[in-house]
């Protein structure tokens, strides 16, 4: 009786895509390789340093009636700097104003009355949107960050799930 190497076939093909896929696995360990990345390292950078924050007034969540503006999304903006040890340097102007500084990496964050059908989203990476926000109506609030930034725009939806919740 003749027996089918299939079955051998099948297992010879598990064992290499294993070892293939821990060989992958390690080259990527051993390249310092961390998910999510930030290609340009906004959060090194702002992380016990300067946090570049646009924002543009919005009722009570964005006041701009003195030297540093004011408001719900102003206080939550400055609970993140807090979390990562960053000094904010505010910058008030138009969205697309700071859309524009934001592509050309002059800040690191927009923060104000934005929503989640931001005209912004392919030229920022944008959170998640975020409801029950004080002084936010029924408007589900987002921040955005340079594209591709993932780990600091992690750290900020993490840190906005903690305060705000989802």
Known sequence: MRRSSIPRARIALR???????????????????????????????VTGGELRVGT?????????????????????????ADRIDADITWTVASEETLVRMLETGDLDLVAGGLTPDTPWID???????????????????????????NAFLSSLETYLDEEVGR
């Open 123 to 149: 030229k920022a990476g944008v959170t998640r949107g975020y409801p029950g926000i004080e002084g936010a109506g029924d408007r589900e609030l987002v921040m955005l960050v340079p594209l591709g930034e």
């Open 15 to 45: 064992v290499t895509t294993a070892v293939a896929g821990g060989a992958l696995a390690a080259v990527l360990a051993g390249c310092g390789l961390t998910v999510p990345a930030d290609p340009d390292g906004t959060l090194d950078a």
């Open 56 to 80: 543009s007034p919005d009722g009570e969540l964005v006041e701009v009636s003195g030297s540093e503006p004011r408001g719900t999304v102003v206080d939550l903006v400055e609970g993140f």
